[in-house]
């Protein structure tokens, strides 16, 4: 069973940053291919961006790409999250997820274990 804990959100302004920070514990931590979701009130989750379990793959948003970066530090447990130029239809809540792969994935349906969420909000 894998625990995952988001931390770093909250209220920046249009063109701010944000880093997000998602910490893993009670599994093999580099078994696991990691994603970024996120879901606006009234939308459906959606893919951010995913990482591999060794970091050579990635996936992006087209949303997103040129403006966030997604890694991960395997003797630390920990995916990160870096959102740059926010804009304001990045406001959302957003969830780190882990699935047991050695391929990025991009589906929500892939993913066994999910994080509580964390709140980010981009004013205008």
């Known amino acids: 069973q894998v625990q995952l804990v988001e931390s770093g959100g909250g209220l920046a302004q249009a063109g701010g940053s944000l880093r997000l920070s998602c910490a893993a514990s009670g599994g093999t931590f580099r078994s696991y291919s990691m994603g970024w979701f996120r879901q606006a009130p009234g939308k459906e989750r959606e893919i951010v961006a995913a990482i591999s379990r060794n970091a050579a793959g990635t996936h992006y948003a087209d949303s997103v790409k040129g403006r966030f970066t997604v890694s991960r530090d395997n003797a630390k447990n920990t995916v990160l999250l870096q959102m740059n130029s926010l804009k304001p239809e990045d406001t959302a809540v957003y969830y780190c997820?882990?699935?047991?792969?050695?391929?990025?994935?991009?589906?929500?349906?892939?993913?066994?274990?999910w994080g509580q969420g964390t709140q980010v909000t981009v004013s205008s």
């Open positions: 997820a882990a699935g047991p792969s050695i391929r990025v994935l991009v589906t929500a349906g892939d993913y066994n274990y």
